[in-house]
């Protein structure tokens, strides 16, 4: 029988302290099954989806191995998004707390090239990047893979699924030969399998099985109309009163079409799909992850890869034809040891799809009449939070401390009303109790000599705006 403590592994004391103190208390599946073949330096395809701890089996592979004293890029992590790219980065600098001065660099389009190749003269241990922009650094010479000892492929399903093969084969050909190549990918069909076998050497094959624990997610099914998928949403969403809801839809348009709906009935929604920029994406999933936006209708697209904590419910507002899609949606509510909620409506002419879900899962779904709820007289809760945009950012060496001084100091907030605050190169982004945002952003620009847009923070004035889902 498999272990799943982490200190059956072959990993220092300090480093198992780590662990511990990050709150991994026991192996997931995957990182039971793998980690010990990982370890021995094994190259390794894993089935695993989203959420099922994969992160941490690399990246405690990768750190295991690494020497911080030699200034070289000794790994490299390719992500299919830019926003996978910068949760896998966040993870591994976590991980890698015990290990000394390790320097995690991701690189990423969406972002200019001018910082990301002064990052890299000064040298940096771990890459984790997306294919394009990886390709990029290597066609202007930025880049130096010959002494990478590790390669993931994080997602691989969905990188080829994107077009990103030949960037890849690329990129393969810089690393050296004599290297660990360790492949997580949520499905692994033939063609994928055919197009990664030169990658790989004797792979030990791992495959976690892509099911959501049943006693952590609740999963009612709602038999609708054809053109009541807009009014069911708002139906659901204004009887269970999520905190935090993803409404899944198959195309961007009914994307658009179901956030103007939800608006007009003063939801708190936003759209993300595929085509939007990068600007308007990183804006719209900073406003839902800091609770300034209660709803995101997305496409699965444009949410594969985001691991958004402490997701109450989705809502799959069309059955999905793929029973492993409909999975991955409905995993990623019921986290960690947070109860989810997963609410399914079902045109008459999908239920065939529904079927193969019960297949699937091996049991049968649970429907309930939509007419049975509540049809949310009372008004809608608004987000609890609100966002502060400050035209401020990495750039003006603000800090997330600098910003939280100035709030719970000149603004007087206590530390509870302050959410998330994400820095960016250029701007500042601060989530901010709804009940204390207007007073709290009047105290901090009162007297300003700039006039009522700026607010002062370490003695320099910054101007501010709050934005709104």
């Known amino acids: 029988m498999t272990s799943t403590s982490f200190a059956s592994l072959p990993l220092s004391p300090a480093f198992l302290d780590n662990l511990d103190s990050l709150g991994y208390k026991e192996m997931t599946t995957i990182q039971a099954q793998s980690l010990p073949s990982v370890l021995e330096g094994r190259d390794l395809i894993a089935q695993a989806k989203t959420g099922s701890g994969k992160t941490a089996a690399f990246g405690i592979g990768i750190l295991a191995k690494l020497n911080p004293a030699w200034f070289a890029v000794q790994a490299l992590v390719l992500c299919p998004t830019r926003e996978l790219a910068d949760q896998v980065a966040g993870e591994l600098r976590r991980l890698a707390r015990s290990t000394g001065n390790v320097k995690v660099l991701v690189l990423t389009g969406g972002s200019p090239m001018r910082p990301q190749i002064a990052s890299l003269e000064h040298g940096a241990h771990i890459i984790v990047g997306t294919p394009g922009r990886v390709r990029d650094h290597l066609g202007r010479e930025t880049l ?22 030949d960037e890849i084969a690329g990129i393969v050909s810089a690393c050296p030969k004599r290297r660990q190549t360790l492949l997580f990918s949520a499905t692994y069909p033939d063609d994928i399998r055919r197009a990664t076998d030169d990658f790989l050497a004797d792979p030990v094959e791992v495959t976690v099985e892509a099911q959501h624990d049943n006693s952590k997610i609740e999963q009612l099914f709602f038999e609708i109309g054809f053109d009541q998928r807009n009014d069911a ?3 659901l969403l204004g009887h269970y009163k999520p905190v935090s809801a993803i409404a899944f839809c198959n195309t961007k348009v009914q994307c658009r079409e179901l956030v103007e709906s939800l608006q007009a009935k003063c939801f708190s929604a936003l759209a993300l799909y595929g085509e939007l920029e990068q600007r308007e994406r990183d804006e719209i999933l900073i406003l839902f992850a800091n609770r300034s936006c209660s709803v995101l209708v997305a496409t699965d697209v444009a949410a594969r ?16 034809k793929d029973t492993e899609v409909h999975i991955h949606r409905v995993g990623r509510t019921g986290r960690g040891n947070e109860q989810g909620l997963a609410l399914s409506l079902c045109a008459p002419n999908e239920k065939k799809w529904v079927k193969l879900i019960e297949e699937y899962q091996g049991q049968p779904v649970e429907w309930f009449d939509l007419a049975s709820l509540d049809d949310n007289e009372y008004g809608v809760d608004p987000a609890p939070m609100m966002t502060l945009v400050i035209s401020g950012g990495k750039k003006d060496k603000l800090r997330p401390g600098d910003v939280l001084g100035a709030l719970t100091g000149d603004a007087g907030l206590s530390k509870e009303q302050v959410g998330k605050i994400n820095v960016t190169e250029f701007q500042t982004y601060v989530a901010i109790d709804r009940r204390v945002a207007y007073d709290a952003f ?3 620009n009162k007297g300003n000599p700039l006039g009522g847009d700026f607010g002062a923070i370490k003695g320099r004035n910054f101007k501010m705006r709050f934005i709104d889902a």
């Open 442 to 444: 009047a105290r901090l």
């Open 233 to 235: 949403v708002a139906r």
């Open 144 to 165: 130096d893979l010959s002494k990478v000892s590790t390669l993931v492929l994080d997602e691989a399903d969905r990188m080829t699924d994107m077009g990103f093969y």
């Open 305 to 320: 890869g985001l691991d958004i904590p402490n997701l109450e419910a989705v809502i799959n507002v069309d059955v999905s």
